[in-house]
T-cell receptor, first 115, second 116 residues
């Protein structure tokens, strides 16, 4: 079964501090892509960062970076210098190559940023 | 400009009503998707269209009926819904069905549906 586990339903961080959101997944595929999506109160799912599973180098996008551990099937998101606008639900997801139903999401982590 | 626009933003309907959700993408994508988002559950894929052809119907009850008249528009027709169908319905699009680095899904703002 294809599953994504986000073990932290809620997290909080002080403004300007760093926070790490955890994600583990389970797939038997060897080639796939990993994503973190952000869903603010506007409800739109916004792509934050993506990682190709065959690349060992961790992806970075400005204040957002990932720690990808393929053997452990772990894909955590680090947010540096947290800002009030980072408050949102964060969803971890991965997409495999086969089939049309090929994108699998976790249940999300609600991040609160404390001023 | 989000690239993927959904209307209406909110919808309240009775169990005997018929309504439709609309999705439009301005990204030139070839694949479009309907997802259902319920609290504390992973997103559930409902339907997938590629080049206007349905390629996935994920065991969705027939009271949900999708329509894709062209690659830019996607509808979800609703009739005789149940209260448990209340949820956020998200539309998404991607360049292609194939998982590539340049083909992530882009989502709309969703329609919050309440069935009374």
């Amino acid at each position: 079964a294809q599953t994504v586990t986000q073990s932290q339903p809620e997290m909080s961080v002080q403004e300007a501090e760093t926070v790490t959101l955890s994600c583990t997944y389970d797939t038997s595929e060897s080639d796939y892509y990993l994503f973190w999506y952000k869903q603010p109160p506007s409800r739109q799912m916004i792509l934050v960062i993506r990682q190709e599973a065959y690349k060992q180098q961790n992806a970075t996008e400005n204040r957002f970076s990932v720690n990808f551990q393929k053997a452990a099937k772990s894909f955590s998101l680090k947010i540096s210098d947290s800002q009030l606008g980072d408050a949102a639900m964060y969803f971890c997801a991965y997409r495999i190559q086969t089939g049309a139903n090929n994108l699998f999401f976790g249940t999300g982590t609600r991040l609160t940023v404390i001023p | 400009e989000t690239g993927v626009t959904q209307t209406p933003r909110h919808l309240v309907m009775g169990m005997t009503n018929k309504k439709s959700l609309k999705c439009e993408q301005h990204l030139g994508h070839n694949a479009m998707y309907w997802y259902k988002q319920s609290a504390k559950k992973p997103l559930e894929l409902m339907f997938v269209y590629s080049l206007e052809e349905r390629v996935e119907n994920n065991s969705v009850p027939s009271r949900f009926s999708p329509e894709c008249p062209n690659s830019s528009h996607l509808f979800l027709h609703l009739h005789t819904l149940q209260p448990e169908d209340s949820a956020l319905y998200l539309c998404a699009s991607s360049l292609s069905l194939q998982a590539t680095y340049n083909s992530p899904l882009h989502f709309g703002n969703g329609t919050r549906l309440t069935v009374t």
